[in-house]
């Protein structure tokens, strides 16, 4: 029982590239997300997926895209890079939309220059 | 907005003494809170949590106190070990159909041996 699984672990993208981070749960949770971590900022809420087949923008969602591609996936596109989503990616799932903990993978460190 | 924010950046305590973490929020509508741990390098782990209709919930070695009163929360880890040390949030969220999981910026605990 793996939990959450993100990859990749690292990534340098350069101003303009663009990339898909992925997200698999084992849990048979209903709800994924996926947040950012930037330092003095805490941890904000992109996009989430109350449950499969739904997305909705979270608190900062400008400059990302996201795919619930089935109950267990969940990923986020990053279309044209800038050096201001240079952060720590962290997906997480959870039984319901409410009252129930979110279960986070180990993060994506992605660098734009 | 409403937030949820923590009293001190950084606390440290001798091995084997109690810690207590705190943690105070702004919205009086939350009802769901929860306590998370961030290893280095490593996602927020789920430690425990509390709903607004109980004042106290014990676990292995840590218990969380919620005073709605005064909208305070804190953690109190028993015999704090060197694996304890970490960074430490509370997050909160309403039962309400819109609300999301709120993040405090988070607290290091470290751990002398």
């Known amino acids: 029982n793996a939990g959450v699984t993100q990859t990749p672990k690292f990534q340098v993208l350069k101003t303009g590239q663009s990339m898909t981070l992925q997200c698999a749960q084992d849990?048979?949770?209903?709800?994924m997300y996926w947040y950012r971590q930037d330092p003095g900022m805490g941890l904000r809420l992109i996009y989430y997926?109350?449950?499969?087949?739904?997305?909705d923008k979270g608190e900062v969602p400008n400059g990302y895209n996201v795919s619930r591609l089935n109950k267990r996936e969940f990923s986020l596109r990053l279309e044209s890079a800038a050096p201001s989503q240079t952060s720590v990616y962290f997906c997480?799932?959870?039984?319901?939309?409410?009252?129930?903990?979110?279960?986070f993978g180990n993060g994506t460190r992605l660098t734009v220059t | 907005g409403e937030s949820v924010g923590l009293h001190l950046p950084t606390l440290s305590v001798q091995e084997g003494d109690n810690s207590i973490i705190n943690c105070a929020y702004s919205?009086?509508?939350?009802?769901?809170f929860i306590w998370y741990k961030q290893e280095s390098g490593k996602g927020p782990q789920f430690i425990i949590d509390?709903?607004?209709?109980?004042d106290k919930r014990q676990g292995q070695r840590v218990t969380v106190l919620l005073n709605k009163t005064v909208k305070h929360l804190s953690l109190q880890i028993a015999a704090t070990q060197p694996g304890d040390s970490a960074v430490y949030f509370c997050?909160?969220?309403?039962?309400?159909?819109?609300?999301?999981?709120?993040f405090g910026k988070g607290i290091t605990l470290s751990v002398r041996p």
């Open positions: 997480a799932s959870s039984e319901s939309p409410r009252g129930s903990p979110l279960h």
């Open positions: 849990m048979n949770h209903n709800s």
């Open positions: 997926s109350a449950s499969e087949g739904t997305t």
């Open positions: 919205n009086s509508a939350s009802d769901y």
């Open positions: 509390i709903r607004s209709n109980m």
């Open positions: 997050a909160e969220t309403g039962f309400g159909a819109n609300s999301k999981l709120t």
